[in-house]
């Protein structure tokens, strides 16, 4: 068997993965903007295209397996794409080989990078979003509300949101 069906399988794979770069690339921009909904919306493209993504892996199991058979193994190893090119002796086909699987490194290099800002940035938004209602909620219902000054108790005063004595 030919090299040419793992190829296409690891293009196809590829191609899923920049589609993927995509959709981060657009969830950044919707968590920048506060767009809940849309962030919804890209989460439930993603999970579709994390399905494919795991189809177009078995393909590519399957081709890898079925390259293994063709010269001559026939044990269903788990090999990388690094093992396998040890196996291919046309140079052109090795040649091929290893640039999709340096192809398909630098996507997922960049889509492990895109994933790893959104999450920053979404933590960063939950930060500010706890700050916030921490913030507000740190007066009392009594210190919140207007009371006559000769009314008053003697008593800790608290003169902002920040105790200064810390």
């Known amino acids: 068997m030919t090299l040419t069906t793992l190829l296409e399988a690891l293009e196809r794979l590829d191609e899923a993965h920049l589609q993927m770069l995509e959709l981060a690339a657009v969830k950044k921009d919707a968590i920048k903007t506060n767009q809940v909904d849309h962030l919804i919306q890209l989460l439930n493209k993603e999970s579709k295209h994390m399905k494919l993504i795991e189809q177009l892996e078995d393909e590519r199991m399957q081709a890898a397996y079925a390259f293994l058979q063709g010269v001559g193994i ?88 920040f105790d200064s004595r810390a």
């Not at 090795?94 to 699987?101: A, E």
């Not at 916030?132 to 902002?160: D, F, L």
């Open 74 to 161: 026939r044990s269903n190893l788990n090999l990388n794409l690094t093992e396998l090119s040890r196996l291919v002796f046309d140079p052109e086909e090795k040649q091929q080989l290893l640039h999709m699987q340096r192809k398909l490194s630098g996507t997922l290099q960049r889509l492990q990078e895109a994933n790893t800002l959104n999450q920053q940035l979404l933590e960063q938004a939950l930060s500010y979003i706890d700050f916030s209602i921490e913030s507000m909620s740190y007066y009392s219902e009594t210190e919140a509300t207007y009371h006559h000054p000769a009314g008053k108790t003697a008593g800790v005063q608290r003169s902002g949101l």
